[in-house]
């Protein structure tokens, strides 16, 4: 796993068959058949305006076709292939997925099977249960049904059999057919944060903004660091700590040490260590001299003492991180995704890199650090990240997600209209 890996919810498709469906099918004693040269090839007149309307509804757009044709020596896969590309310069055609098999081949992909369907959803990383297909025939119905797709039957009366069970709309045309989808798929849907498997642990230094927090059950710990005591107007450190882990016993909470030679360092880091169970000693990852402190990590981490490794920015702090944490206590690494994102780079490459070189090490978590946007929460879910550490001013902004943006549009004029009378401003 690496950089591939799709960002956000699970798309969805609209797996078109070809002909009778995007182009006119041949019909001969009442059978469709496809057309056997470029020349033959004619648009259904409504194909552009549907696939425009799938398009814009977000949909991936996929021909699925049965092109038995060329497995009975009757058509050159060619002729299919330039047909497939005449189609692709007209329509918003995202691939094609073609099966050239016949019947007696045994293959997996002819519909009725799904496999056309499977293969744009390993393909497209799409959700099958929420997407559609559109067919003008019963075998394209039945790859639909046995794919978890929902179907829209075009029905040209040929003479042969309906799809039995029928499809879950049946319409006259292709248009028709999108219209259908648009109205029946539902909004996108944004995962409610409970349903999430990054972990929100909460970043700061105010005790009573703690205490909570630790009474929301969005928050599964957290961390501190000397910057944030420093904003709090803390001046003893050791008094506030055991303050702290007086009142938060269930999550586990980061206190980062502050000497800056490795003696020292790993004098203060046991220290911090016995003050409580659930304690993880924060090491960044050198001191001020640009020193590696993976002597004092792995010494600790040997010992038992929880570490969480911070200030970590590149794949090649990671791992040396992992390497002197590897075989010991849980442990954290803390890499500040939004620090990265604040220099023009895409931290999510870098996050995933992270996770691939912590792989092997289950008893070490990564930590998207930083975060700038409450949109971070979901990167760091959407590529596995452990867990994500949420300063109290992103955290009041969480009420946010999902809100309906018509409505967050007119509270905005709202804001401008009071403020502007506030103002009292006069043109
Ligand atoms: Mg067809």
């Known amino acids: 796993m690496g950089i591939g890996r799709a960002i956000g919810p699970r798309r969805a498709a609209v797996f078109l068959d070809r002909d009778g469906v995007l182009n006119r099918a041949l019909v001969r004693d009442g059978r469709p058949h496809p057309p056997q040269t470029v020349a033959e090839l004619e648009l259904e007149p409504d ?11 977000g949909f991936v757009l996929l021909v699925a076709s049965n092109q038995p044709d060329v497995a009975r020596g009757t058509v050159r896969r060619e002729v299919v292939d330039a047909i497939d590309a ?14 050239f098999h016949d019947d007696g081949d045994g293959c997996d992909c002819r519909k009725p099977g799904a496999g056309l369907l499977f293969r744009g959803a390993d393909r497209y990383g799409l959700d099958l ?47 028709q057919a999108a219209r259908w989808i648009v109205a029946h798929s539902p909004a996108p849907k944004i995962p409610a944060l409970a349903n999430l498997r990054v972990k929100i642990f909460a970043d700061g230094a105010d005790k009573a903004a703690i205490v ?47 000497a800056d030679d490795n003696d020292e360092m790993l004098r203060q880091a046991r220290k911090i260590a016995t003050w409580g169970e659930n304690v993880y000693v924060k090491i960044p990852v050198t001191n001020t001299k640009r020193e590696t402190t993976a002597p004092v990590i792995r010494a600790l981490t040997a010992a ?30 803390s890499v500040f995704a939004g ?16 996770l691939d070189i912590l792989a092997p090490h289950p008893g070490i978590e990564l930590i998207w650090a930083s975060p700038r946007e409450p949109l971070n929460i979901f990167h760091a879910d959407s590529i596995g990240t452990h867990i994500i550490t949420v300063t109290a001013d992103l955290l009041a902004k969480l009420p946010l997600i999902g809100k309906d943006l018509d409505e967050y549009s007119l509270e905005t004029v709202k804001m401008f209209a009071r403020d502007a009378a506030k103002a009292g401003f006069a043109l």
Do not use: H
């Open 47 to 57: 194909a552009l305006e549907a696939l425009e309307l799938l398009k814009q509804a």
């Open 86 to 99: 005449k189609l692709a310069e007209q329509l918003p055609i995202d691939d094609f997925l073609i099966c």
């Open 129 to 175: 249960k929420a997407s559609f297909v559109i067919g003008d025939r019963w075998r394209d119905i039945a790859a639909g049904r046995a794919g978890g797709a929902a179907t829209v039957f075009v029905d040209r009366g040929y003479d042969e059999p309906n799809p039995d069970p029928p499809a879950d709309a049946t319409v006259g045309s292709t248009l």
């Open 212 to 258: 909570a927090l630790a009474a929301n059950p969005l928050i599964r710990g957290f961390t501190t660091n000397p910057t944030l005591m420093n904003e709090a107007g803390i001046k003893d450190y050791e008094r506030f700590a055991r303050d702290l882990l007086a009142a938060i016993t269930a999550y586990p909470v980061s206190l980062e040490v502050f």
């Open 304 to 333: 038992g003492t929880k570490v969480n490794v911070t200030a970590v920015m590149t794949p090649d702090q990671v791992r040396g991180a992992c390497q002197a944490l590897a075989g010991g206590a849980p442990a954290c690494i």
């Open 339 to 354: 620090r990265i994102a604040d220099t023009g780079r895409d931290p999510i490459p870098i996050m995933a890199a992270a």
